[in-house]
Structures are given as structure tokens and as C-alpha cells.
């Protein structure tokens, strides 16, 4: 069965760097959608990146670019986020998502958790101040 099973989370001082993995295993890594979600508490689950690893045409949120990059590894099966210039508001519970499809990876439609099959249980990240 398709699991996906993040790691490399932890707490860290404002400014500070994290990388997140996500080990994709149950189904050939080949042209999906592939992102990474984070909810905090309270808070409702949003999108933080994307990326169509058919093409690695990759997707930011507002309040992540130019400090988060996604990017995929197809020979390890696996997807990061490399996460710099933290923030204590990136404080979240951090979630791998998969849409097997690919259909649906475009800017419109990238962040909208209904396109995604299967989910990772999550790594915490916290940032304090």
C-alpha cells in the first residue's frame, strides 16, 4: 500500500534551517503531484509547496518564498523541503501529501488538499524566538 513517512523535524532558534523528508514508498515515484502541508494549532492544514515530479515545475506559498525549496530525489523515492530563515510562525505540524494523478499540480490548484490521495502522519517543526 502507498505510505509516506516524513522526518527531520525538530526546534530551532529563529533563523535557523531544517530539512524535511518524505519517503514515498507502495507505488512507482515517477509523474505526481508531490507537497508539503504544515498545520499549526488552531489553525486550519495549508499548503506550503508543490512540486510535479514529471517536470519539477515546483509551487510556494506567499510567506515561504525565498526561504523554502522543494525539490525530489525519483532514484530515493523522496521528497524535501529544505527550510532556511525560520520563522516562530512556520511552528507547525509539517505533512507530506500525494496526488498520484498529477492532474491537478498547477498553480491553481496545487495548495487544495481535496487533489491529494494519500498523506504522511507528519513531523512537528518548532521555531522559538
Known amino acids: 500500500q502507498v505510505q509516506l513517512v516524513e522526518s527531520g523535524g525538530g526546534s530551532v532558534q529563529a533563523g535557523g534551517s531544517l530539512r524535511l523528508s518524505c519517503a514515498a514508498s507502495?507505488?512507482?515515484?515517477?509523474?505526481?503531484?508531490m507537497g508539503w502541508f504544515r498545520q499549526a494549532p488552531g489553525k486550519e492544514r495549508e499548503g506550503v509547496a508543490a512540486?510535479?515530479?514529471?517536470?519539477?515545475?515546483?509551487y510556494y506559498a506567499d510567506s515561504v518564498k525565498g526561504r523554502f525549496t522543494i525539490s525530489d530525489d525519483n532514484a530515493k523515492n523522496t521528497l524535501y523541503l529544505q527550510m532556511n530563515s525560520l520563522k516562530p510562525e512556520d511552528t507547525a505540524m509539517y505533512y507530506c501529501?500525494?496526488?498520484?494523478?498529477?492532474?491537478?499540480?498547477?498553480?491553481?490548484?496545487?495548495?487544495?488538499?481535496?487533489?491529494?490521495?494519500?498523506w504522511g502522519q507528519g513531523t512537528q517543526v518548532t521555531v522559538s524566538s
Open positions: 512540486i510535479y515530479t514529471g517536470g519539477g515545475s515546483t
Open positions: 501529501a500525494a496526488d498520484l494523478s498529477g492532474l491537478y499540480c498547477s498553480g491553481r490548484y496545487w495548495h487544495s488538499r481535496g487533489i491529494y490521495n494519500y
Open positions: 507502495g507505488y512507482t515515484y515517477s509523474s505526481h503531484c
